[in-house]
């Protein structure tokens, strides 16, 4: 059982729009959520994270929301940028101090010059 | 300090082989993890260590797995008697305290490749 769902295996976007690339949850334990974005052949690098208690979190050009009821967050990058051409992992962490975080599969972000 | 680093970066090996995989954590971070990650899917939690104790191990640990972190500082994967399933990145992660909020710093991966 998938607990953390990124349905969008891909996404396209001409540089300079907005990317919004989406997550979807299952289990309602979930504390925090974060987004990670990887490279070929390099690591997952944390890109931004938000609590449970927050819907809303901002740094520079990437912004998380997070919608509770719907058990669904998404992350907007704005302005896109060629840079930003990667995978992104949507990734939960659960109450109690657990350290273990459940990642999404992943969406191939590619932005187009 | 220059992140987390990974040894070696390619593995390939016989079925049936010993595989042992190295993880040096950034310095001052206690707390150490390794996740696996196979084509299409997103990492998948093994095992993670506060300093020296092993505090948490997954289900997908099978007793052919085994992790180590003798004095708290980097840490072994060693996986015995080798599968053509057990093919996947394995990658290993530090934080401070609070790391869930503020991320965990992943190493570049050791790919592994059972053939």
């Known amino acids: 059982d998938q607990q953390v769902k990124q349905n969008s295996p891909s996404l396209s976007v001409q540089e300079g729009r907005i990317s919004i690339l989406n997550c979807d949850y299952t289990n309602s334990m979930f504390d925090y959520f974060l987004w990670y974005k990887k490279y070929p052949a390099e690591g997952p690098t944390f890109l931004i994270s938000i609590s449970s208690i927050k819907d809303k979190n901002e740094d520079g050009r990437f912004t998380v929301f997070l919608n509770k009821s719907a058990k669904h967050l998404s992350l907007h990058i704005v302005p896109s940028q060629p840079g930003d051409s990667a995978v992104y992992f949507c990734a939960a962490d659960l109450q109690g101090g657990s350290e273990k975080l459940v990642f999404g599969k992943g969406t191939k972000l590619t932005v187009n010059p | 300090d220059t992140g987390v680093s990974q040894d070696p970066r390619h593995k390939i090996t016989k079925r049936g082989q010993n595989v042992t995989f190295r993880c040096d954590p950034i310095?001052?971070?206690?707390?150490l993890y390794w996740y696996r990650q196979t084509l299409g899917q997103g990492p998948e939690f093994l095992t993670y260590f506060q300093n020296e104790a092993q505090l948490e191990k997954s289900r997908l640990l099978s007793d052919r797995f085994s992790a180590e972190r003798p004095k708290g500082s980097f840490s072994t994967l060693e996986i015995q008697r080798t599968e053509q399933g057990d093919s996947a990145m394995y990658l290993c992660?530090?934080?401070?305290?609070?790391?869930?909020?503020?991320?965990?710093?992943f190493g570049s991966g050791t790919r592994l490749t059972v053939v």
């Open positions: 992660a530090s934080s401070l305290w609070g790391g869930a909020l503020h991320g965990y710093t």
């Open positions: 310095s001052e971070h206690n707390r």
